[in-house]
């Protein structure tokens, strides 16, 4: 299984590595953290170390940590915009059993 970006948050990514003026992709990972126990780690992926794994969608490089890849397998990343004022990644994980209530956290 692999990790994909949708067209819409491939666009994105590539709007804002050009905005920075450098990296090679997006990084995804996981930490620790909430009631429910993980949260999602986004940045930009400036460097691929022996150990990342890397997914390539509509372009653009994603780069997980080998400790993030079970909870991320198979997880599609989404960019939406609900109005002008609310826009973000949103992340269609198949691991996910439960999130908690504010949305911060998710279990598997």
């Known amino acids: 299984m692999a990790i994909q970006l949708t067209q819409a948050a491939a666009r994105r ?17 996981t930490r620790k953290s909430g009631c429910s126990g993980f949260a999602y780690v986004v940045d930009y992926a400036d460097e691929i ?32 915009r609900n109005n002008l004022l609310n826009e973000g990644f949103e992340f269609r994980n198949p691991n996910v059993k439960e999130s908690c209530g504010c949305g911060e956290s998710f279990s598997v």
């Open 49 to 80: 170390t022996a150990d990342d794994r890397v997914f390539e969608s509509h372009g653009v490089k994603v780069v997980v940590d080998p400790a993030s890849l079970p909870v991320l397998e198979g997880m599609e990343v989404d960019y939406v």
């Open 13 to 29: 990514v590539q709007n804002m590595l050009q905005r920075r003026g450098h990296g090679i992709g997006l990084r995804l990972g």
